[in-house]
């Protein structure tokens, strides 16, 4: 059985139409009690460097400064791995090493370009 051309665009139609109806044209009536999404426009950073994204010294010094303590203290851990024993608080500095790196070359590298 062989559907005609036309019937088929009636039966498109069917199917399209009440997707168009569920869009609202503009100006139409907003329903009581209908608070619609604030429109936020994307603002790009702005790339001269205003003192308020300039990295304050002294965190960035004491960041540092805590960085190397864990880093030193890293050295009898690794040994004690090696004789079998597992430090318990080995996987804590490591990540607070990680942290503090990442926060560090995050405030670092924007004022290399």
């Not at 209908?34 to 002294?58: E, L, W």
Request: glycine letters at 6%; hydrophobic letters at 35%.
């Amino acid at each position: 059985m062989s559907v005609p051309p036309a019937s088929l665009l009636f039966i498109l139609l069917g199917v399209c139409t009440p997707a168009w109806s569920q869009s609202v044209p503009s100006g139409a009536p907003v329903p009581r009690g209908y608070d619609p999404p604030p429109h936020t426009v994307y603002a790009p950073p702005d790339p001269s460097g205003s003192p308020a994204q300039q990295p304050h010294p002294a965190a960035l010094q004491r960041e540092a400064k805590e960085l190397l303590e864990l880093s030193q203290s890293l050295q009898p851990d690794i040994e004690s791995l090696s004789r079998g024993l597992l430090p318990k608080d080995l996987v804590d500095k490591l990540k607070r090493i990680e942290k503090l790196s990442k926060r560090l070359r995050g405030e670092i590298a924007p004022l290399g370009n």
